[in-house]
């Protein structure tokens, strides 16, 4: 447990300053964000501060990840795998943002001397960035998402398999109610520690999300992430169709591709089947809104395919000829014949080849996962913690001097100004975020450099402490989460003289 020093005591409670609450605890009562406790009139930091060694676990035992070369030159990986990493989880906050980072750490990395400043950054303007894999109709395009019936964020523009979400936010945690804001900052903080949340969107589905696990819509675990679109879909599997089956029409809620129609028919030579589709032609076998958006085949509205179709053309179609139906997913198939009038009849049976292809389709359709990616915006007050020149660490990031990352985790830096990042959290140790009933995240951040350029930064340079200092202190010590994820595996960084 990290001691903090204590600035206030009134009727025998200590005031915490590590966030603006300023809580008054009494002794063996925690805080209102139970992250800081009174223990023996000592403020003491609840949850352990936490080290990654550079090991994996085998057969139940934590052995080097690998052995550490002192001969070989240093390649400029800004934090050594071979190496313990001190991460922020555990470490505390800078508030009231006088004061130095809790910890900045040294370590000499192939000779050449490196530091670590970790800190628990209060973060109001934060929030998540959701990405659901699933062809399913989520919600149009900036509905509200609820949890509790509070709004906590927006349905945003559609991905390649997957629906989007955006969370979060200053204007949800602090701009609404007093119950949004409560509810966002509960939402955000069990999603960004990989807890499942159940969610409502406007016009939309019911969805659970866990960062890591398949999500859950109107009730229904999904399993596949399409395997493309319906075009590409015909594009792919069209030389396995040419000789199994006369038709296939692949239902997409995006693009539904026809085979007969389409280029790669033309190029094996498949005739025309008079076949008519219901939707906006786009090019060549690609047709645009055959259905409305929804949960039924190809993230349409539709349960039965034959919808879609018009009348067969007399001149061209001819009973017997054989169609298939598929979804981007195969999860939905239908094998049609035409009858003595040209209408399709569903047959009970697949031919074991057409069968085949279909189980194809499923199989190259990755397993459908929610992503949790935490963002924020490391602000001038978290920044006066790493430096006395605060608009220095943004110009050392942004030249690549300075490495960030959350948790251990890689950090992505948005370009333009400021440090803005987003970090997956499943590649961060477990309940590595907290909060402050301001209401805001609190959420770890390093930042990883040569002694030199924080020195150069204006750095906090009498508050440095060897790697050594912190591993004593360190109460939590763990393998990386993601094998071969970073710091564990090698990972150059470049920079300018």
């Given at each position: ?31 209102a964000c139970d992250r800081y406790a009174n223990e023996g009139g000592e403020l003491i ?60 750490v040294s370590q000499k990395q192939r000779g050449v001397d490196m530091v670590t400043v ?193 009348d067969f053309d007399p001149k061209t179609a001819y009973p017997g000829l054989r169609m ?174």
């Amino acid at each position: 447990m990290v001691k903090q020093i204590v600035e206030a005591a009134e009727n025998g409670k200590i005031r915490c300053d590590a966030c603006p609450v300023m809580c008054f605890i009494a002794d063996g009562r925690s805080g209102a964000c139970d992250r800081y406790a009174n223990e023996g009139g000592e403020l003491i930091r609840v949850d352990p501060l936490t080290i990654i060694e550079g090991t994996v676990s085998a057969g139940g035992k934590i052995v080097p990840f690998m052995p550490d070369h002192p001969e070989d030159e240093w390649n400029g990986d800004l934090v050594n795998a071979r190496k313990p990493f001190i991460t922020a989880v555990g470490a505390g906050t800078t508030y009231p943002d006088y004061k130095p980072a809790p910890f900045i750490v040294s370590q000499k990395q192939r000779g050449v001397d490196m530091v670590t400043v970790v800190t628990e950054g209060i973060f109001s303007y934060c929030g998540a960035k959701v990405k659901i894999d699933t062809d399913r109709f989520l919600g149009p395009e900036a509905a509200a998402v609820r949890v509790d019936g509070e709004p906590v964020g927006h349905v945003m523009t559609g991905e390649y398999g997957s629906q989007m979400l955006s969370l979060g936010g200053v204007h949800h945690l602090t701009g609404g109610s007093k119950k949004e804001g409560r509810v966002t900052c509960d939402a955000l903080l069990r999603l960004c520690n990989s807890e499942a949340v159940e969610m409502v969107i406007d016009g939309g589905a019911s969805i659970i999300v866990q960062a890591g696990k398949a999500p859950v819509i109107n009730g229904a675990e999904e399993h596949r992430m399409r395997v493309g679109c319906g075009s590409a879909t015909i594009g792919m599997f069209a030389k396995q169709w040419k000789d199994m089956v006369d038709e296939v029409v692949v239902v997409d809620d995006h693009i539904t591709g026809v085979l007969s129609e389409h280029q790669a028919g033309k190029l094996l030579n498949i005739p025309p089947t008079g076949i008519k589709i219901k939707g906006r032609r786009s090019t060549p076998g690609r047709y645009f809104q055959v259905a409305e958006p929804g949960t039924g085949w190809g993230g349409t509205n539709i349960d039965d395919p034959l919808i879609i179709l018009g009348d067969f053309d007399p001149k061209t179609a001819y009973p017997g000829l054989r169609m298939l139906m598929v979804s981007t997913t195969g999860e939905q198939y239908g094998y049609y014949i035409l009858d003595d009038q040209l209408k399709p009849e569903l047959q009970t049976l697949l031919p074991a080849p057409v069968q085949e292809s279909v189980e194809i389709i499923a199989e190259n359709c990755e397993p459908a996962l929610a992503t949790v990616l935490f963002m924020g915006g490391a602000g001038g007050s978290l920044r006066a913690g790493v430096t006395t020149n605060p608009v220095r660490l943004t110009r050392s990031v942004k030249q690549a001097l300075t490495h960030v990352s959350c948790g251990g985790a890689p950090a992505y830096v948005w370009p333009g100004g400021g440090i803005t990042v987003m970090a997956d959290v499943t590649e961060m140790p477990s309940n590595s975020f907290g909060y402050v009933p301001t209401p805001a995240l609190v959420a770890p951040i390093e930042f990883t450099m040569r002694l030199a350029d924080y020195e150069a930064l204006g750095g906090h340079m009498e508050a440095i402490i060897p790697i050594e200092q912190a591993i004593e202190l360190a109460e939590r010590k763990i393998a990386p989460v993601a094998q071969g994820s970073w710091p564990t595996s090698e990972r150059n960084f470049k920079w300018g003289a």
